[in-house]
Nanobody, 123 residues
Framework: QVQLVESGGGLVQAGGSLRLSCAAS????????MGWFRQAPGKEREFVSV????????YYADSVKGRFTISRDNAKNTVDLTMNSLKPEDTAVYYC????????????????WGQGTQVTVSS
């Protein structure tokens, strides 16, 4: 079992920055690839970014590439998503998720989810 708690969401103006953090507890954190997903009102949950268990590889959705950076600290059991140059279309609830061993872009392949944190970008 893994428990995930996101923090760091809020309201920001377009062009601004936010840093989301996800704290994990329970099972050995380094066994899991960690992903960030988001869901806007009326839309399906979509992939944002994923980082491998050791932080060696990371992937991003095309819509956030070059603006968002994912990182993890296995000593602190945390994974962060640094978001720069935010746009109104980035407005969504952001979720972190854990998948045992292998990274994935597909939400239905993840084993554990946090409760989400709201990010609102005003124009």
């Amino acid at each position: 079992q893994v428990q995930l708690v996101e923090s760091g969401g809020g309201l920001v103006q377009a062009g601004g920055s936010l840093r989301l953090s996800c704290a994990a507890s329970g099972d050995t954190f380094s066994r899991y690839a960690m992903g960030w997903f988001r869901q806007a009102p009326g839309k399906e949950r979509e992939f944002v970014s994923v980082i491998s268990w050791n932080g060696g590889t990371a992937y991003y959705a095309d819509s956030v590439k070059g603006r968002f950076t994912i990182s993890r600290d296995n000593a602190k059991n945390t994974v962060d998503l640094t978001m720069n140059s935010l746009k109104p279309e980035d407005t969504a609830v952001y979720y972190c998720a854990a998948r045992l061993y292998r990274d994935s872009r597909y939400a239905n392949e993840y084993d554990y989810w946090g409760q989400g944190t709201q990010v609102t970008v005003s124009s």
